[in-house]
């Protein structure tokens, strides 16, 4: 397996914590990006985040642990392929044999087309797979632009796979995608009903099966704390409330790996890359560092 060396890793982690054999995490950049709606860069996502996270110190204060202990190794770009029907195999391979040398897969997009690739590489393994969706948008059309493959379809691929979709921090999506939610039993977390509370977490982990995987858009962020995304939407979530329902995720529920896709790099705007790179960080931590 091709990895990047120090500095120019995940973290800029030296061998012994980011080599392929020693590492638990494994960080697979998809630099994909063929049906993005508005603004096009997301394809840069995983180099404006890999640079920003060398910037950041290793001690986490909650965990009272330098997560990057785990290790984590971090994969040379994936090159996808430009047919969607190919990119999905390429990926879906990739992740098969991460999962069979026992690794957890941190996909790192790309835009969010990329995620049913993903669950169809785990689909196999467990047959009880459940998806967590941070979200601005649904992304459940059937076709979008004439295709099926659209960053707008994604979860929608996605439920075909699994029926187990639980959305959280909605805040745009359409009339044909709410009925089709309705009908099928996903109950969709409006970013306005969980925005500031936690009263609706437990409702969200119960409906989760024991094997999870997380799907992070970062346009379910408020744009006030992550801008730079392709399709900003106003009234979204904010950091400490989502970590906090997200190491519940993880102490509760067995999360098989995760995604964070849609960022959408801007020289001028640098926090974005350093909230993904640290928000990518912290999960890596509430995997292996459990219960602290
Ligand atoms: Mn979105």
Redesign the pocket.
């Known amino acids: 397996m091709e990895y990047v060396s120090y500095p120019d890793n995940f973290f800029g982690l030296v061998d012994p914590l980011s080599n392929y054999e020693s590492s638990k995490a494994v960080i697979l950049q998809v630099p994909y990006e063929k049906t993005t709606t508005f603004m096009r860069g997301t394809k840069n996502g995983p180099k404006a985040i890999l640079k920003s996270s060398v910037e950041v110190q290793p001690y986490d204060e909650e965990m009272e642990k330098n997560i990057c202990e785990a290790g984590i190794c971090t994969l040379k770009p994936l090159k996808a392929g430009e047919e969607p029907e190919e990119m999905m195999e390429n990926i879906c391979n990739k992740i098969k044999k991460l999962a069979h040398d026992s690794k957890f897969p941190v996909i790192v997009g790309g835009e ?1 087309s990329i995620t049913p690739a993903c669950i169809k590489a785990f689909s196999d393994k467990y047959d009880n797979l459940s998806v967590l969706q941070i ?3 649904t ?1 459940l059309a059937d076709e979008w632009d004439g295709t099926k493959y659209s ?1 707008a379809c994604a979860l929608r691929r996605c439920f075909e796979i699994t029926r187990k979709i639980i959305p959280v921090g909605i805040r ?1 999506t359409t009339m044909e995608e709410v009925e089709f939610a309705a009908q099928n039993g996903i109950k969709i977390f409006w970013a306005k009903d969980v925005y500031d509370n936690d009263e609706w977490h437990d409702d969200a982990i119960a409906r989760l099966s024991d094997d999870v995987y997380i799907t992070i ?1 970062l ?2 962020f408020d744009p006030s704390i992550m801008p730079s ?1 392709g ?1 900003p ?1 106003p009234g979204g979530m904010q950091y400490y409330p989502t970590l906090r329902f997200l190491k519940k995720v993880f102490n509760k529920r067995n999360v098989i790996g995760f995604d964070v896709v ?1 960022l959408c790099p801007n020289e001028k705007e640098a926090s974005s890359d350093f909230t993904a790179a640290k928000l990518i960080y912290k999960l890596i931590g509430y995997k292996f560092f459990k219960g602290l």
């Open positions: 969010h979200d601005a948008h992304d960053h745009s858009d346009d379910g995304v399709t939407e849609e």
